[in-house]
């Protein structure tokens, strides 16, 4: 049965709302769903209440994105604790972050003679956690712009003259992090880090697994994460990445094919944290 471990909803950059998003994964067949909102865990609540009476196995997940170097590095985070208080200090930071950066873009654009006010932004991020697709969602409709690819391609881009780098935790400490809340960190689409060099640190920090399958990997991407994972003595894990329909995908939900081997070495690799007796990983670095 097809799941989906990588997908987005209202309460971050995604365009469906929890309730609607387990719709699509009950009307798909989905066995399991991973809602990996940006710096929220949100829609976790609601989405368990939608799928209730129905066999579909809502996973609590999120993804905390990060940067090294210049480059970005996004850590995913299965099964942990939702209510785990250090998690949810640091998404809250990360998250009034966010707003205050939306403050600077929004000022740059003013003073780039495009009128906008964070007012109409934040009545477009229903959510917790506000981004810039919030932004170019808000450009296109001031007419500013006439889609959001140009909005990121004129202003909001990294190196476009409106983009305000975010407040980051470093990757290791969304790694860490996730380990403390007894999640499994995953190092979501190596690819676009498109780096192999910052996997040794992560997986000193505690990281467990490799996003290998995702729709902008090549065949032969698949292949080296596949590899990568193995040296490393990582599981791998795979997923859309779903934003709602419409948005750039090149997969919809659900439709990133996983091995059979995936969901069970997931769960696994999951009970190992919950069980400090059975043969787990050696705990993350303090
Ligand atoms: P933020 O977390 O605010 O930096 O925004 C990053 C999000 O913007 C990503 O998770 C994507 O959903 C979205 N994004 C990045 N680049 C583009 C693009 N060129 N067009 C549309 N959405 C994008
Ligand atoms: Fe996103
Ligand atoms: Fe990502
Ligand atoms: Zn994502």
Known sequence: MPVELHCHTTASDGTLSPEELVRLALAQGLEALAITDHDTTAAWGPAVEAARGFRLEVIPAIEINGERDGRDVHILGYYLDPDHEA??????GLRQARVRRLEEMVERLVALGLPITCQEVMALATG???????LARALVARG????????????????????????NLAPEEAVRVIRRASGVPVLAHPGLTGDDAVVPALVEAGLMGLEAYYPQHAGWEVQ????????????????SDFHGPGARHRAGLGGVALPPGVMPRLREAA???????????????P
């Not at 994460?225 to 997923?239: I, K, N």
């Not at 009970?271 to 670095?285: I, M, N």
């Open 87 to 92: 998690l949810q200090e640091a998404l809250t």
């Open 128 to 134: 917790e956690s506000v981004g810039r697709p919030h």
């Open 144 to 167: 500013h712009v006439r889609d959001m690819h140009e909005a990121f391609e004129l202003y909001l881009g990294s190196g476009r003259p409106a983009f305000v780098p975010r407040r």
């Open 224 to 239: 080296h994460y596949l590899d990568l994972a193995e040296r490393h003595g990582l599981l791998v894990t795979g997923g």
């Open 271 to 285: 009970a190992s944290l919950r069980d400090p007796g059975g043969q787990g990983p050696p705990p993350a670095t």
